[in-house]
Nanobody, 120 residues
Framework: QVRLVESGGGLVQPGGSLRLSCAASGLISSINVMGWYRQAPGKQRELVATITSGGSTNVADSVKGRFAISRDSAETTMYLQMNSLKPEDTAVYYC??????????????WGQGTQVTVSS
């Protein structure tokens, strides 16, 4: 079983910054890609950013230039640095990871989500 735990959400004023973290643990042999998604009230979940095992990143146009995705050297903890936050960034942010267990079984796991609220 693979577990993802997000942290770092909270309330911030417009123009402020937050850094989200996602720690993966459990039966992990390899992680192919990790990503951040968000879901605002009444809206569908949307992609924010992804990072592959090779280090390639993909960032949504709506946050490009303001958000940056990264991971640690062990490739089991992922970060989302969010700068110049706007009220429209308010959402629950979810961590996702896809990979394989030591038994070569694929997994696609989600975290429980962390609330980010941008408001004055």
């Amino acid at each position: 079983q693979v577990r993802l735990v997000e942290s770092g959400g909270g309330l911030v004023q417009p123009g402020g910054s937050l850094r989200l973290s996602c720690a993966a643990s459990g039966l992990i042999s390899s992680i192919n890609v990790m990503g951040w998604y968000r879901q605002a009230p009444g809206k569908q979940r949307e992609l924010v950013a992804t990072i592959t095992s090779g280090g390639s990143t993909n960032v949504a146009d709506s946050v490009k230039g303001r958000f940056a995705i990264s991971r640690d050297s062990a490739e089991t903890t992922m970060y989302l640095q969010m700068n110049s936050l706007k009220p429209e960034d308010t959402a629950v942010y979810y961590c996702n990871a896809e990979g394989r267990t030591p038994f070569a079984r694929p997994f696609d796991s989600w975290g429980q989500g962390t609330q980010v609220t941008v408001s004055s």
